[in-house]
């Protein structure tokens, strides 16, 4: 090779240049001026002796043998050394000059050009000059003669050691491994190189140990990375030394080796245990995988790695982790626990039940007292099944006896739903589920059984021709053709497939009605299936596509009677028109709107019975159901049921023809139709002028204590036996007239103590009189009775809602209660009087035959006001009577 054989003429061999390979510096030197002091007159000696003072960093005195040997014979030798000593002393344009003259002592031989280029890059990168060295060897590298670009790559790697050297000794820790890393891809050589043999020259001028060369930047760039955090970066290049060494150096390296591998074992795990704690998956796992193929790693190690995957829901991965926790500790319940999870993950129950059993074996059989007490946190997989039958049994206790299985087309009983649902992965991922905290347990599993078992049910009106029980059990619905209503019925089952529920209800069709038990209890408890679903699909048969706001109300579904209640009840309502689609292609998620006991009034059924029926679930009411009794007995039992379970009177607000079930009750629905009335209220300064006004006779505040201790003693109103039980605040008529109007019907003026005169209209004659001319009647004006007048609220400082009253026998009663607490007794005697003397609630017209009192005319024709300025013992001089 033509460096090699240049580099004797650089360095003869000789001592001295022994000593020089071997860094004795001195005894090279001492060699060098003994051959000086014999031949005065060898330029080769002083120009060798200028590279020793070079080596030395003693610039001066190289400079001067150089400058002798070039002055004895100019050489090539002689302006290489002039060159370095010049870059030595920062020289830099003279130092680029003496390279440019040495040039010319190359013969134009490349390899000599090339060779001596790439020592002027290195004495500027001594120099400090590192981008033009860096040039310089980018350009010799494109240019190098016959493609050997050994040298240059050889260079690159020495100066990027170096760079990463400095680098790292100020702790830039990133750019020191960027250095390394760039030292080693330029490297080609490895630990089995000969280096000093082949660059001997660049080891004599320099000083370069370039035996050490590739195991020094994979060591540093590995210790780079560790210092910057690149774990994983870091442990590669810890395996790369180790492939790429042979068995002796290994064996030299084995401290090193030790060192790197336990060092970076703990920055790895306590890194591993950061990334896991901060949710960072992916870093956990890289860091425990890189300590496991780093050694051989702990159980711990394994556990730590399973866990982050679990987390990532790697269940393949974290179950061959569990698995290795296993081999290495089969005593262990924590492998188990962690297979336990990673196949309940894989939704491979069984196999996860098998391992949960198992763990629970390791628990109970622990020789440690510690470990055994772990086993009281889970629970075994017969006791969750136990808790999963309790909570399906609730779930389905509201819902329909069959539904329709929209995924399978199948109608079911109660026992094939449970069954769908024990064969269905829900059920087994539920077993399988550990369950420590038996809140979240309970939870857990109510979540599951209510999303499984939620169900959709049909609101519509009945065509001519329906699906019936009969049409479809046992049968595919999906397959059925050329069945009347089946078309309804599969799109029904379409809908509600695709907007995510399994379970479907139509009453056409799920109703054994041949069954008088299924029937009472359907009727009696469709309220509260339809409450208690999850969607209730309504079908607009008769509204079209192309249909325009207002087209629900003209809908025929809107005038039934049973589709009120299913209106009512259900708390989820989506609209659908005759085609399917949604109505108006309204897409939100509830198309429903609050309901009032109006709705009811304008709704029809084909069967008279079924008025009242349709509303039992409304009000709560369980009460037989006789098909063929008259629709006023259903209404009234209806009505009766209502009063007798809550004692509010506001079902007797009411206009129209009184019921032959009890004349204080309405014979028919529609007489609700009438909207309420509305009367003007006080207002809080009337109230208190009044209040004040009343507390200046102390005869008052006691009468007023005492009709507020007397009202409190009244019983609620009720129903017993078709009889109304109806506590009254009566007033004496004491005159009627007949009035005359334009109107054609027959009306009186009706004048009592205490109340402003009435306008009554009543189809029955009432006799005329006055106080001058008594008759022998017995005329009442009735005020019924509410209790809630009792409760008269305190209200909190500065707030500023009105407070609403639960009767909704007027609303405007609640509007008349002011912003003010009423903490004494005597206030709230006070404050019931006042109340007492508003025009709210309706009034009864009643006469007395023989003892008993009854009904004159409806309450909606005779609403009275109350006399300005009625004395309290007014209102006392009245009685409390009950309308039988």
Not at 206 to 212: H, I, K, Q, T
Not at 225 to 231: G, H, M, N, Q, T
Not at 237 to 253: G, H, L, P, R, V
């Amino acid at each position: 090779m033509a460096i090699r054989a240049y580099s004797v003429q650089i360095l003869a061999i000789t001592t001295a240049r022994n000593a020089c390979m071997d860094g004795d510096l001195s005894t090279a030197e001492e060699l060098l001026t003994q051959d000086i002091d014999t031949d005065p007159n060898n330029h080769t000696s002083y120009a060798h002796r200028s590279f020793i003072m070079a080596r030395k960093h003693d610039w001066d005195r190289a400079l001067q043998d150089a400058i002798k040997s070039i002055s004895i014979e100019p050489s090539l030798t002689g302006y290489i050394s002039k060159g370095i000593a010049l870059c030595g002393k920062d020289h830099i344009p003279d130092a680029r000059a003496a390279f440019d003259v040495a040039s010319m002592y190359t013969d134009q031989d490349s390899d000599m050009v090339h060779f001596l280029l790439l020592i002027k890059a290195i004495a500027l990168f001594n120099a400090d000059q590192h981008d033009e060295a860096n040039l310089l060897l980018k350009e010799l590298a494109t240019g190098c003669p016959n493609a050997d670009t050994r040298a240059c790559r050889i260079v690159q790697a020495y100066l990027h050691v170096q760079l990463g050297l400095k680098a790292f000794e100020d702790a830039r820790h990133d750019e020191a491994a960027d250095h390394f890393t760039v030292a080693v891809d330029c490297s080609t050589l490895s630990s089995k190189s000969h280096i000093h043999e082949i660059y001997e020259d660049l080891v004599m001028l320099f000083g370069w140990d370039l035996n050490s060369l590739w195991l020094t930047a994979h060591q540093k760039r590995w210790d780079a990375l560790l210092r910057a955090r690149k774990l994983p970066d870091a442990v590669r290049s810890y395996q790369y030394i180790m492939i790429s060494s042979d068995e002796n150096t290994k064996a030299e390296y084995l401290e090193w080796s030790n060192a790197f591998t336990e060092e970076y074992s703990a920055l790895c795990l306590t890194n591993g245990d950061t990334a896991f704690a901060a949710s960072d998956y992916d870093r956990a796992i890289a860091l425990y995988s890189a300590v496991i193929d780093l050694t051989f790693a702990s159980i711990a190690i394994f556990v730590k790695r399973s866990k982050a995957r679990l987390a990532k829901m790697l269940w393949t991965e974290a179950l061959l982790d569990a698995r290795k926790v296993i081999e290495l500790d089969p005593s262990s319940h924590v492998g188990y626990e962690l297979m336990h999870t990673a196949l309940r993950g894989a939704q491979r129950y069984n196999e996860a039940i098998e391992a949960f059993k198992i763990m629970l074996s390791k628990l109970d059989d622990s020789p440690e007292a510690q470990i055994r007490d772990l086993r009281q946190q889970y629970v075994s997989p017969s006791e969750a099944e136990d808790t999963i039958q309790r909570v399906i049994r609730i779930e389905l206790e509201y819902a329909p006896l069959r539904l329709l299985n929209t995924s399978t087309g199948l109608l079911c009983d109660r026992a094939a739903q449970i069954n769908a649902f024990k064969m269905g992965p829900e059920y087994n991922e539920l077993i399988s589920f550990p369950m420590k905290d038996s809140n979240l347990r309970a939870e857990r599993i109510k979540d599951v059984v209510a999303t499984y078992f939620r169900c959709v049910l049909l609101s519509h009106r009945w065509e001519e021709m329906e699906a019936l029980l009969h049409d479809i059990q046992d049968k595919d619905v999906r397959e059925l053709k050329g069945l009347a209503g089946i078309a309804k019925l599969q799109s029904f089952c379409n809908v509600a497939r695709d907007a995510g529920y399994r379970w479907a209800w139509m009453d056409t069709c799920c109703i054994d009605k041949k069954s008088n038990t299924e029937l009472q209890e359907s009727v009696n408890s469709m309220f509260v299936w339809y409450r208690h679903s999850a969607l209730t699909i309504v079908y607009l048969g008769d509204v079209p596509p192309s249909s325009q706001p207002g087209a629900l109300a003209r809908s025929a579904w809107n005038k039934r009677g049973w589709t009120f209640q299913e209106s009512v009840a259900s708390r989820v309502v989506i609209f659908y028109q005759k085609d399917w689609s949604l109505y108006l292609g309204d897409r939100s998620p509830n198309h429903k709107e609050s309901p009032r006991l109006q709705w009811a009034s304008s709704r029809v059924t084909t069967l008279q019975e079924d008025v009242a029926y349709s509303l039992f679930g409304i009000f709560g009411v369980h009460l037989p159901v006789i098909y063929g009794e008259k629709k006023q007995n259903v209404l009234g039992r209806l009505l009766q049921e209502i009063v007798a379970r809550s004692g509010d009177i506001a079902v007797l607000d009411w206009v129209g023809q009184p019921s032959e079930f009890n004349s204080c009750l309405p014979a028919y629905i529609t007489s609700y139709s009438t909207p309420p009335r509305t009367f003007p209220s006080l207002s809080e300064d009337q109230i208190q002028t009044i209040i004040s006004s009343l507390r200046k006779n102390p005869m008052v505040v006691d009468l007023a204590s005492e009709l507020y201790d007397r009202l409190d003693n009244t019983s609620v109103a009720r129903f017993t036996n078709c009889r109304l039980r109806l506590p009254c605040i009566t007033f004496r008529v004491t005159e009627v007239n007949l009035s005359y109007g334009t109107s054609q019907e027959t009306r009186y003026e009706v004048k009592a103590d205490g109340l402003d005169d009435l306008l009554i209209t009543t189809k029955e004659p009432i006799v005329q009189f006055s106080r001058t001319r008594p008759n022998q009647q017995t005329l009442m004006l009735v005020r019924p009775w509410d209790r809630f007048l009792l409760e008269l609220p305190d209200f909190a400082e500065n707030e500023e809602d009105y407070w609403t009253p639960p009767s909704p026998l007027d609303d405007s009663l609640s509007r008349s209660v002011v912003k003010q607490e009423v903490d004494d007794p005597e206030s709230r005697a006070l404050r019931l009087l006042v109340l007492l003397g508003q025009p709210f609630g309706a009034f009864l017209l009643v006469r007395q035959r023989g003892g008993e009192y009854k009904r004159v005319a409806s309450d909606r024709d005779i609403i009275a006001q109350v006399k300005d300025g009625v004395s309290v013992r007014d209102l006392m001089d009245v009685k409390t009577i009950e309308i039988l």
